[in-house]
């Protein structure tokens, strides 16, 4: 078998559809696999209802109940890291335009009939308006996040679109009220399960049990008990006089990243693996020495302040820093998009700016260390023509869907 240093990981899409993605990664180990997961799941930021402020409910629920299902909601998150601010950022006191986003619910119902309050009653204010709300105050005017905004950003996943079924708040009937405050806000997984942008993510290896990694239970034939999975096609069964290679490991994941909506799934997996790199830079900054560190920086002001540009790696093609002086102890074979023969690489091809890199010009290590959303603009998944997602079929863009 080949070392995993030799191959370079692979990306294989085999399904992409509106909120779902399958893949096949491939020349990694199970770690960085299980890595990816992990990210994806817990640390990638998007908005959702955090403050409810109730004026009036005269439902059956009790206000606690409500206010829970709405947090549950998915809102419309795209570029969630440019187009809003987390509030412990901001220079506001209690919430401003920058870093919320304000909704209204207000439905009562008149008939005879019970009738269904659904995500399709949140209405989303917008933001030079006031809606009433118990804490408001003045929007900082220096940002930028509020034009970069999408036209639906924060509104329910579906609302508008027909095909989408809304979510079921509660039921109410004639004479009964709800009318609600509400102030969603960017956060992430790991803080509270409601800022996911994954409904499942999940992996297969080994279809066929070589490894040894699980124990089947069986009474009397294995193979008809444990009907093998879709992913078993893509791998060599083993044979029955095939010895156990007891050194085997992992090299072939069957990814399937399944979105509630809020964020699409190109973004959720690019901004996932642009948060390991950010991670793992992190780590590597922080085994760094003093002495080190000072030749980083003596390093960034030779270059007048224009560290943004090229402190990571000599070449345009992303994260894969091979410049001996900034020390990052990353090869551009694993990371490096751009330089390899079928694109396969992680990093965004053509960005000007390393994958690491924000904009910041005051910034004093080379990779942006604050922004939990990773690199900054022009980072990683770019949007370009070659952006790294090669897939070995020859497409140059495995997401041209
Ligand atoms: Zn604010």
Redesign the pocket.
Known sequence: MQGLEEQEPTVRIRALKKDRVNFVLENVNLAFANSVRRVVMADIPTVAIDIVEIETNTTVLPDEFIAHRLGMIPLISTNCDEAI?Y?RD???LA??????VRLLLHVACQDHTTMDVTSNHLEVLPPDTRGGFSEE?E??DNGEEISKRSEYFGHPVGKNDLKLPPVLICKIRKGQELRIRCIAKKGIAKEHAKWSPCSAISFEYDPHNKLRHTTYWFENDIRTEWPLSENAKEEEPERDDELFDYNAQPTKFYFEVETDGSLGPQEVVMKGLAELQTKLANLILGLKTQPELDMMANDEQATNGNIAENTWGTNAGGGGGTNASSGGGWTSSAWGGGTSPRGSGWGGGTSPRGAWGGTSPNRRNAWNATSPGGGGSGSGWGTGASAGWGSPDGQANGWTV
């Open positions: 601010r509030t901001c220079v506001c919430g401003c335009d920058f870093c919320t105050t929007a900082p």
